[in-house]
């Protein structure tokens, strides 16, 4: 299981509701894609209502991420690798 | 002609709790774990770190609970199907329990049951439309509005 504690992430925004996450991402950056509920992303299984968007961002990768206590925090993360994985995987579902 | 002997494991249900912050969730949590014990029903509790300790502080001789695991991994372990549960009830007060019952419909073949509770229960259940069964009352501090509906749809019995 994976810490998010471990990824070099900036918060863009904070105690959002799932909602709020899949506008922000759809209202800010040109490219996202859509993944189901549990999908992983960096070794993180993601939390919440599908269709959950993930913005992508040159090296960057947008996801919202959630805790109990605190709603939910949309998160970006710089890396080219993962950003490049799920580039490849929006193209092969098209 | 031969009679089928083969045994069946225990039924299990997991409890996904959300926050603490809201007191009857602890109480329920322990009620229902009970009527499952009764019901023959392993209960297994899946919440952060806070939410498990209310529980096992409250029940140091575990004469209730049984499995406490943390959330992430038990939705962890259903993704990787390591394991899985026939019911699983998610404990809802805001919109984070909304982000673990629609996932936990998402990801596991159990029979999902909602418990929405808290100030704001009648907006969260608006908020539900993946299948499950819905149980739901305005309870903050006393628990037995929200005792009334589970018994009401009892299951454990199910």
Redesign the interface.
Known sequence: MGCVEALNYEILIRDASFKECREYIRGHFSESIDVEPGFKIFDVHTIGVPPIAVGLDGDFVIFPYTKPCHGTFLLRVQDAEEAARLRALKKGLK | MESDTTVQPPKTALLV?????VPVQTSIALYLVSRFKKAGITPIIA??K??NTLLVVADPDRHYLGEVM????A??Q??EKKRDFDRCFVFIH???????A??M???SKAKLYVLVYGEHQEDLVQQIT?PCTKIAAKAVHNPLPLKKAIDEVAPWAA
């Open positions: 709790l959300g926050c603490p912050q919440g952060n806070a939410a943390d959330l992430d991994r939705v962890a259903i993704m805001n919109d984070a329990g909304i982000s673990y629609a996932t419909s998402a990801i993946f």
